[in-house]
């Protein structure tokens, strides 16, 4: 009870010095996961944050895009040294023909190559995440593959799309299926529409000043094309137990 208090009297004073509205903490210790909410989940409606409500992922999403891209190329027989377009042959058409010789490991470590500010709204549907994977490789790189570490959102855009390849089903389905395979029932999604009927954080931008309180985010995090690399969201508690998941898939068999 007293770690908690402390940990409760810690969450505020980082609020009063960020300027944040609100966050929420899940701790895992391995035996029990305990999640620790303070501030308010919108600054319009003053909605205090509970351990119920759910928060973007933002780029924690790109270590599960990873470990679900391993599973499908497992599922095939491919491994991390395959090519990326020997899965996806319309990427051949790349401007770029060093493209041709990136592998999913590549694109995984950030070591592809690829720009990684490209950033654009495809719209959405089967058809927005392919046509964002053919705008991205048409860009020229900016390194040979293998050369460079530059952290890259467009390369998690191109393993979301893999994933739609193999396994012939859209990222976001794939996704929360596999994660409903491990957790069972689960908040997490990166479907807008889906968060947004459970209990969720407003999404809040710094002011345009370096003082003031946070503003509300006039959108979404990212366009759909791009949620591979940023999109989901769920509650902390399910983030917790799915991450004790795929730690437990790291550590080596006794």
Known sequence: MHE???????????????????????????????CHAAGVADIVTQAPVSPHFAFQFGSVTKMVTA???IEALADKGLGLETAVVAIAPDLAASNDHAFHHVTVRQLLDHTSGLDSQWWADMGRGRAARPAAARAIVSQPLIARPGDLFSYSN???VLAGYLMEVLTGQAWEDYAESRIARDLGGHSI???AEAILLRPAARGHVAPGSKTGPAVPA????AP?????????????????????????RLEPDP
């Open 4 to 34: 908690d208090t402390d940990l409760l009297a810690l969450l505020q004073e980082w609020l009063c010095e960020t300027g944040a509205p609100g966050v929420s903490v899940a701790l895992d210790d391995g035996r029990k996961i305990r």
């Open 189 to 191: 999604s990166a479907r």
């Open 224 to 248: 759909a094309a791009l949620s591979p690399g940023g999109g989901l969201a769920g509650t902390p508690t399910d983030l917790a137990r799915l991450l004790r998941i795929l730690r437990s």
């Open 154 to 156: 467009s390369g998690y």
């Open 218 to 221: 006039v959108r979404w995090y």
């Open 67 to 69: 470990f679900l891209l």
